[in-house]
């Protein structure tokens, strides 16, 4: 296999010496003139050194590095790193009679960035995004087949690489067909629609999170804003909840949060509620106190360092909003997955919606994603999902 060649300024190797696997166009002193995004290129330092092996692509992040010595990236390289993936979620019990979804590989927390890869009962949801990791799809998928459990490979990259590589890739099955879209966690089952679904179809990554609100749940009236596929409303409903109304303003997502809720507990479950409706319209027209317990985890408010300021202050207008209304006594799980957002300027959004509002509030717990999405210690960046339990007089 031939490797392209990138050479850096002097000095700009530092960072990669302590394995951070970012090479930025601005540290490139030289590269091959013939080199083409998704292309396999050795690193090298000013002075000769080689650093390491990653792939290219267009934009500030022009390498992702995948290794850091000459080892050769192959079928042998990828089949390693998955059964490293995978033997950690078995360390962690990802795998258990009462659960099959979990996330496999978690970009640059499992040293392949680039791929995330998500199980669910036995199908991989495998998405690319990079050019290199779209390259390898068929490779990979059929290194995914051999893991314990996985039957079938679902590679869903339509709207996850980057539009100006041009490779207009299609949602398909590599390895097998559609045998369930069923998922079990922590007991409750779960139909994920990873053929059209957001992301890969469920939101493995609040897991432990909705495991909390379960505990908080008993005999409240619980809000469910951007349900989704209504997880925390499944989870709130088992945790013995009074009521339980799930907010989206897609009526799909709220069709497939009913079908959850029936999948669980039946066609006649009273509790239950559901509406399509804008999320902040919905927060302005219900009645104060009518609920004491409130979940607010809105899609991402910016996916880029240029809608940080927009983002702040949708985030602070959100929690105002819900903090206005909350009844005396209740619990506020609010959270960000926004990776542009840090968990301080998240936690001051939620502060200065609660000092506008005047409430007393307290922080309970600091949330922040499960084990199965691993932050590379050298890597910060990974660290996407920030979450806050707040308890409001």
């Known amino acids: 296999m031939t490797y392209k060649t990138v050479t850096l300024k002097r000095g700009k190797e530092e960072s990669l010496k ?8 601005g540290a490139i002193a030289a590269a091959d003139d013939t080199i083409e995004e998704g292309d396999l290129v050795t690193v ?18 022009a390498v992702r590095m995948l290794t850091f010595d000459d080892t050769a990236i192959d079928e042998a390289f990828y089949e390693q790193r998955l059964n490293d993936a995978y033997k950690m979620r078995q360390a962690l019990g990802m795998q258990r009679e009462d659960n099959n979804a979990y996330r496999l ?3 640059e927390g499992d040293f392949l960035p680039g791929l995330v890869v998500d199980i669910y009962g036995p199908t991989a949801v495998m998405q690319a995004h990079s050019p290199c990791m779209h390259f390898a799809r068929n490779i990979i998928a059929q290194a995914l087949a051999k893991l314990p459990g996985v039957h079938n490979v679902y590679y869903k990259s339509e709207t996850t690489l980057p539009y100006m590589a041009h490779l207009d890739p299609v949602n398909d099955y590599i390895v097998g067909s559609m045998e369930t879209d069923e998922a079990l966690e922590n007991g409750l089952r779960f139909h994920v629609d990873w053929l059209k679904g957001q992301k890969t179809g469920f939101f493995v990554d609040q897991r432990e999170n909705r495991r909390l609100l379960e505990h908080y ?12 596929t209504g997880g925390f ?24 949060t009913d079908d959850n809720v029936t999948l669980n507990f039946g066609d006649n479950e009273s509790r239950h509620k559901s509406y399509a ?43 105002a909003k819900a903090l206005e209304k909350i009844a005396p006594g209740s619990i506020l799980f609010t959270f960000s997955c926004s990776q542009a957002v840090n968990k301080e300027q998240f936690r001051l959004a939620v502060f200065s919606a609660a000092a506008q509002t005047r409430r007393r509030v307290r922080i309970l717990h600091q949330l922040t994603q499960p084990a199965d999405h691993p932050i590379n210690i050298y890597h910060p960046e990974g660290e996407y999902l ?7 007089e």
């Open 277 to 319: 409706e804008d999320a902040f319209k919905f927060l302005d027209n219900m009645e104060k106190d009518a609920y004491d317990l409130i979940i607010l985890d809105p899609p991402a408010f910016a996916k880029h360092k240029s809608a940080l300021r927009n983002a702040l202050i949708g985030y602070r207008r959100l929690n």
């Open 44 to 61: 090298y330092a000013s002075d000769g050194t080689l650093i390491g092996n990653g792939h290219s692509q267009i934009g500030s992040i």
């Open 386 to 392: 920030k979450g806050l339990v707040l308890y409001v």
């Open 18 to 25: 302590r394995f951070h696997p970012w090479v930025f166009s």
């Open 105 to 107: 590989v978690h970009g």
């Open 233 to 256: 409303s499944v989870y709130a409903l088992r945790g013995d909840a009074q009521l339980v109304h799930s907010v989206d303003s897609s009526a799909k997502a709220v069709r497939l």
């Open 217 to 228: 749940s008993r005999g409240r009236k619980v809000l469910n804003m951007f349900c989704y």
